[in-house]
């Protein structure tokens, strides 16, 4: 990718782009509401380290952020750093993105058949590719444009395999018993992956960074919101619910249901005390102990029983067992 700079300023590259860098409105706008609901994902992460699919879309998000800020910035011939450096930087971070889907399907979706693409298959095709052509060759011969069209020939065909193999996994996935609102979250986020194939042809036809960075960022924006509107009402059916076994079961089955889990003394005493749906430091206040081990208590419940988070546990104490057969 070429791109001529001027030294004059005129009234277009001040409305298009920031503080007089490379970066394109549109780019500091996806970064700043990216990094927005990153710190709230880290937030509810935090409070449950547990939930694994969180931690891999909190990575994915990650990842998009600063391929915006590299691919916003660089390369500006201003700065001081080498500028074959700053354009191997903002490749790189595009060859990480396309390296991490698969892994991302991978984990977040339990599709067992992108393993090997989400381990080896990546890093041959994708990431050696990358250091081959985009570093060492881009290195020794400083010509880019020739460099990059011959490195993105194996990872744009590799790209359209591990699409078509995440397609299959997803619809096998669903014929085998999946759940059908699943399936359509699990489709409409692989929809977005598609847009990161048209980025293997801007190493021909180069493209303005409003478009690049456009079609890399907006299907996972909508998808991020779309998942905050699941969250927010799969929470509020939760508690509803929680409320109605609350009111159904005794204190009696309650505190059975609690000494029937494998948790040491001090555990039980803290799962005694969900029912009443105490903060962490009331908890504390309650038990006499500091409000760091009540959530150590928890975590290790958790990861006892194989529960996600509260809500799951609660639910599962409050719900009576079924009555032994023959009864």
């Avoid at 931690?55 to 916003?72: R, V």
């Avoid at 193999?165 to 929809?191: P, T």
């Avoid at 609690?258 to 555990?267: D, G, N």
């Avoid at 799962?271 to 908890?283: D, G, K, W």
């Amino acid at each position: 990718m070429t791109t001529v700079f001027s030294p004059e300023i005129d009234l277009k590259s001040i409305y298009m782009n920031l503080f007089n860098t490379q970066m394109h409105w549109l780019t500091a706008v996806f970064i700043i509401i990216e990094s927005y609901l990153f710190a709230v994902q880290l937030f509810h992460f935090l409070n449950q380290p547990q939930d694994r699919r969180r931690l891999w879309y909190l990575i994915l998000l990650g990842l998009l952020i600063k391929f915006n800020i590299a691919n916003g910035l660089f390369p500006d011939p201003s700065w001081r750093m080498d500028i074959k450096l700053q354009n191997m930087i903002a490749y790189g971070f595009a060859y990480l993105m396309g390296a991490y889907f698969p892994f991302y399907f991978y984990k977040a979706y339990r599709l067992q058949q992108l393993r090997f693409h989400a381990t080896w298959g990546v890093f041959l095709f994708l990431i050696l590719p990358y250091l081959l052509f985009d570093v060492i060759l881009y290195a020794l011969n400083d010509k880019l444009i020739p460099d990059r069209e011959l490195g993105v020939l194996i990872p744009g065909t590799y790209g359209l395999v591990v699409l078509a193999v995440m397609l299959r996994a997803i619809i096998k996935k669903h014929k085998d018993g999946g759940d059908i609102a699943q399936y359509r979250c699990e489709l409409l986020v692989w929809f977005t992956v598609l847009p990161w194939e048209a980025m293997s042809v801007f190493a021909f036809y180069p493209a303005p960074q409003w478009l690049r960075i456009g079609l890399s960022n907006l299907g996972w924006l909508v998808i991020t919101i779309l998942q905050f509107e699941k969250g927010i009402r799969s929470n509020h059916h939760r508690d509803r619910k929680l409320k109605e076994l609350t009111r159904q079961i005794t204190t009696e089955e309650y505190e059975a249901a609690c000494r029937a889990l494998p948790i040491s003394e001090r555990e039980l005493d803290v799962a005694l005390l969900l029912r009443e749906e105490l903060t962490t430091a009331q908890m504390a206040e309650r038990l006499f102990i500091a409000p760091n081990t009540v959530k150590d208590h928890i975590t290790a419940i958790l990861k006892k029983t194989g529960c996600h988070d509260r809500k799951e546990l609660l639910a599962r104490l409050l719900t009576p067992p079924p009555p032994p057969a023959g009864n």
